[in-house]
């Protein structure tokens, strides 16, 4: 059977996509045909105009679902919401997350709290929601975004480490469980992204984050999107229970 990156007739939800990982992914599917809902939590004259940037550029449907992946009744509206719009979705990317850095000794219960219930918890809530859809069709593709950090640890990061641990951890058992059901779960495992928030966490540590890179540069948002556009597509349709890096050989 021929497969293709075409991604035309299918509906696809990013979370967290109004800038950074999410938004460079949201272009990329979009670019590929297909119909795209984004996700933001805050700013939703943002997340309209986002919607309004990609159907003027792409030419397809999008829409925006204002939503905190922290909260589950949040989380469950949104997939209501797409089964009213739509009746189906067919890809997920799970890709809204938060980052507090903080040294051992001088982390607050609610950074834990809050660090958990969006990184990891909203992590299961959005996959149970969206397998729910798929199941009723044919199947899909579910793609979290973890970390490398969640792979390799970095001080000051422990939080932040141990909820993208855990996404590893929740990838592989879904894959395991939903793989008959033929919606197939992996995970893209990001190094060092060139964004606005690592730029603003990192000015004086650029230079040396670069140097600690083997292919000598700081990864774009485009090389995450790439990745995941794979994994969205028919040409990854035997693929599951994976976790891909995408980090320039920072790990190696």
């Known amino acids: ?55 003027a550029k792409y030419g397809v449907e999008s829409f925006g679902i204002l939503a905190d992946a922290g909260d589950p009744d949040q989380v469950k509206s949104c997939y209501q919401k797409i089964f009213k719009r739509y009746g189906k979705l067919d ?27 969006v990184n990891t918890a909203g992590y299961i809530h959005h996959l149970q929601g969206a397998a729910r859809l ?15 950090i969640g792979i390799k640890g970095n001080a000051g990061q422990v939080v932040y480490a141990a909820s993208k641990a855990a996404v590893v951890g929740l990838t592989l058992s879904a894959a395991k469980e939903l793989a008959e059901k033929n919606i197939r779960v992996n995970a893209v495992a990001p190094g060092v992204i060139e964004t606005d928030t690592m730029k603003q966490l990192y000015p004086e540590k650029l230079e040396s984050l670069v140097e600690s890179i083997k292919m000598g540069r700081l990864g774009k948002p485009e090389d995450v999107a790439d990745v995941v556009l794979f994994l969205a597509s028919s040409l990854s349709r035997y693929v599951t229970g994976q976790i891909i890096g995408v980090d320039g050989g920072w790990i190696l």
């Open 91 to 117: 890809v997920l990317v799970n890709n809204a997350g938060i980052l507090d850095d903080r040294l051992l000794g001088m982390i607050p219960d609610q950074s834990i709290d809050r660090t958990f219930a």
């Open 1 to 55: 059977m021929a497969s293709s990156l075409t991604l035309e007739g299918k509906t696809a939800f990013v979370t967290g996509s109004t800038r950074g990982i999410g938004w460079a992914t949201a272009c990329t599917l979009a670019a590929h045909k297909a119909t795209v809902v984004l996700n933001g939590h805050s700013d939703e004259d943002l997340l309209q105009d986002r919607a309004a940037k990609i159907k």
């Open 134 to 148: 798929m199941a009723r069709n044919d199947g899909g593709s579910i793609i979290n975004i973890t970390s490398i």
